[in-house]
């Protein structure tokens, strides 16, 4: 996912890209911007909006909150006309009681002007987090119309909020951030698979091997050995040695690695966490649902009213226009997925993600260490379960329905084309459910990507649902050759960059890829010769499609490679396709080989991607094909020993799967699983993956705390740092699939 967007005081807007924030000024004296924070005699200058009343008593600034509203901006106390300089580091401190207690308040520091964007924002408990309050921040941008505000609505209940002692001081020295990483030894705080690789990194300074040993949870050593020292990882700027531990063959719980006077997080040695990660993986899909009420009794803490159905304040996904001038018709693209934190549905991160969720279940048919009945009814705890289909297939028909909605109807123009995406006019803040989401719903217009990506996920599940549903494997075959029809007539619309107003705008200048995957997907259901004789004339067919990033919603040319390689068929040449799936993983095996942290991912300059955990378990995935295609060990015992980064063997010692390790992410940047700003709600459900360290650090928190960084180090585990912690449906897709293939080799 590629998207530039922050969070605003009472409507949100694009923040530029990676900001090249300069250097404070080197000494500044502190200067207090606030006037008045103590009210000692007034409340000049503050003001607040329709509804809520203020008065100073005792020295302090008291507002009658009142009840019923929706949002935390329903209800502000604020200060405007506030100088920000670029660079500069703040600290804004107050006092703030509430009572009854344990409300929440959202106190921001941003523009009191279109675009609102927030610089900075917090959302203490009151009278449980504390009464006094002090955070520092780095202004992203210049301004002269700066505001800092108090929102406090949201609440069903009036109540009363009291401040006092504000301020906002600017020249103090930049906050050091100093990541907690705990023990140098880092291992996957996961599990390992009895028969599989076993492996660890160990942060020393030493430069000769060191002892190392393994224990058990009874505390005896079962195994030992000496690290092999790597040298400086360029990856996170580390002296590391390796441990291989893998000719340890025994099982259990609580073991723990030993080396250097340093004692690793435990681990298993097991296969039954993987087991439970693939359905855990998958069971995120039920909670991210569109226009469907979230049963608490399927998931409890988790259930919610159906979101986006028309029931105010909603207005609804049952029948959205067009964007203005796009189009004079309404659609209704009620269900699917909310595609990440927001309540954005896009086609193109869409169809990537329900690809691999069906190829996690295509797998298990035919892979030499498949198992249909791991993914078989029931075994995922929705509303379809009990209805004789594969748990799997139901979740992604959710959103394949979505996606056969988003089709141009037949008599408008561009019919049979795919509109590219549908969300809010403007962006909303945190936290907000999908159901208290007050916006206009609006669609955006058709694109050749968009299309592609309905034809070649329509084409693949009209194969996997015939044998359950006939009537839906027709109307997904001719939906896709509708879509294909009408690329081919509109080769080159495609999304405009800058429509990211609301929503991301999931740019691509090339649709070559999208063209052959949607071909290959159409012959592998069909056999047809028109797109055989496609796949086989397209430049895509024999290049080498295996970069350092892997694949994801702009690259989608593996997508149409690895089932062309996979699915039964009879395609011309498929020797050689297979085979160049064998040397795409022979590339990532040797980058996992050289890599000190073991993973199959090193970036040019090691700047890493947004989403980089996702690019490095989707090259594991070309790794665990060439073990489907091969049978040989190496690549199994690749593609496992991948997963061990994303669940804790990496620089920061982190599980990036919440619920899974001992120090997991929890706060991914989300709109309703926002514990860290709203302690009525949850963190996200255990099996969800973060995005994970990126590089360009785009969003305000980071720029704030990870300037200069290195590689691994370019995260936070903040809900506001949605450019390193977000979630999506096409993240967790690439985890699914990883994690039903480890569950697999058990």
């Known amino acids: 996912m590629k998207r530039r967007r922050t969070t605003l005081l009472g409507v949100t807007a694009l923040l530029a890209a990676a900001l090249a924030l300069p250097a404070g000024p080197a000494g500044a004296d502190e200067v207090e911007l606030i006037q008045n924070g103590t009210f000692d005699t007034s409340s000049d200058p503050w003001w607040s909006s329709a509804g809520v009343t203020t008065a100073v008593e005792d020295g302090e600034l008291c507002a009658a909150i009142p009840g019923g509203t929706a949002n935390r901006w329903d209800a502000i106390v604020g ?12 600290r804004l401190s107050f006092s703030a009681t509430g009572t009854p207690a344990d409300h929440v308040v959202r106190a921001v520091v941003g523009l009191a002007v279109e675009p609102y964007d927030t610089y900075f924002e917090v959302s203490p408990q009151l009278s449980v987090s504390g009464n006094d309050y002090s955070y520092t921040f780095t202004a992203p941008a210049d301004t002269a119309r700066g505001q800092v505000a108090f929102q406090a609505g949201g609440s069903a209940d009036a109540w009363k909020m009291c401040l006092d002692d504000i301020s906002l001081v600017g020249g103090v020295p930049p906050e050091e951030y100093e990541p ?7 291992v996957n705080q996961v599990a390992y698979l009895p028969n599989g690789p076993k492996n660890a990194t160990l942060v020393t300074e030493a430069t000769e091997a060191l002892p190392w040993e393994l224990r058990n949870a009874a505390g005896s050593a079962v195994a030992r050995g000496r690290t092999v020292p790597r040298g400086t ?21 609580g073991f723990v690695l030993v080396a250097d006077g340093e004692t690793s997080r435990p681990f298993d040695i097991s296969a039954e966490a993987y087991r439970k990660l693939r359905l855990d993986s998958l069971k995120f899909y039920y909670t991210q649902r569109s226009g469907q009420e979230i049963r608490e009794d399927l998931r409890p803490g988790y259930g919610r009213p159906a979101g986006h159905v028309g029931v105010e304040p909603n207005q609804g996904d049952t029948e959205v226009p067009c964007l203005p001038g796009v189009c004079d018709y309404a659609l209704d693209v009620s269900g699917g997925w909310y595609d990440a934190g927001d309540h954005g549905k896009y086609v193109v991160n869409g169809g990537i993600s329900t690809w691999e969720l069906l190829r996690t279940y295509e797998r298990s048919l035919y892979a030499r260490t498949g198992s249909p009945g791991a993914l078989r009814d029931g075994t995922l705890a929705i509303p379809e379960s009990g209805n004789k289909v594969p748990d799997v297939l139901d979740e992604a028909r959710w959103e394949l329905e979505f996606l056969l909605r988003m089709q141009v109807p037949a008599g408008q123009p ?3 084309m795919a509109h590219h995406k549908i969300h809010d006019a403007e962006w909303t803040g945190l936290p907000l459910m999908p159901h208290l989401d007050p916006k206009k719903r609006e669609l955006h217009p058709p694109t050749t990507t968009a299309t592609l990506n309905l034809a070649a996920t329509a084409a693949q599940a009209a194969r996997l ?28 619309i495609l999304p405009d960059p800058d429509d990211g107003i609301g929503g991301g705008a999931y740019p691509d200048t090339d649709a070559s890829d999208e063209f052959y995957w949607a071909a290959a997907q159409l012959y592998l259901t069909t056999g047809d010769g028109e797109y055989e004789r496609f796949v086989l004339k397209s430049p895509v067919h024999t290049a080498d499609i295996w970069n350092p990033l892997g694949f994801d919603w702009q690259r989608t040319a593996a997508a149409g490679r690895l089932d062309l390689a996979t699915v039964p068929n009879r395609l011309p040449g498929l020797r050689s396709v297979r085979a160049s799936v064998v040397q795409g993983a022979e590339k990532y095996l040797t ?31 070309v790794i665990a094909t060439a073990y489907d295609l091969t049978g040989e060990r190496r690549y199994r015992d690749g593609a496992l020993q991948s997963l061990d980064y994303v669940l804790g063997r990496n620089a920061l010692n982190i599980s990036y799967v919440t619920g899974y390790g001992d120090v997991t992410s929890v706060n991914q940047h989300s709109r309703w699983y926002a514990r860290q700003l709203d302690p009525s709600l949850p963190n996200p459900p255990a099996g969800t993956l973060s995005g994970g360290p990126n590089s360009s650090i785009q969003d305000p928190v980071a720029q704030s705390l990870l300037r200069g960084c290195t590689g691994q180090f370019c995260y936070v585990d903040d809900i506001q740092s949605w450019s390193t912690n977000e979630l999506t449906i096409n993240w967790n897709a690439a985890l699914a699939w990883m994690a039903s293939f480890a569950a697999d080799q058990g």
């Open 79 to 90: 200060h405007n006309d506030l100088t920000l300089q670029a660079g500069q580091t703040y």
């Open 180 to 186: 907690d990483t705990g023990p140098r030894v880092r």
């Open 233 to 253: 990882d360029a990856s996170s700027g580390q002296n590391v040695h390796s441990v291989d531990f893998g000719s340890y063959r025994g099982g259990g719980k």
């Open 414 to 416: 561009l019919a049979g």
């Open 465 to 492: 649902y015939k044998p359950y549903d006939k009537a839906f494997a027709r109307k997904a075959l001719n939906a896709a050759r509708t879509a294909w029809r009408a690329a081919l007539a509109h080769p080159d």
């Open 591 to 621: 980058t996992l080989r050289e890599h000190p942290y073991g993973m199959p991912y090193a970036p040019k300059d090691n700047v890493y991607d947004w989403g980089s955990n996702a690019q490095i378990l989707n090259n594991a995935h």
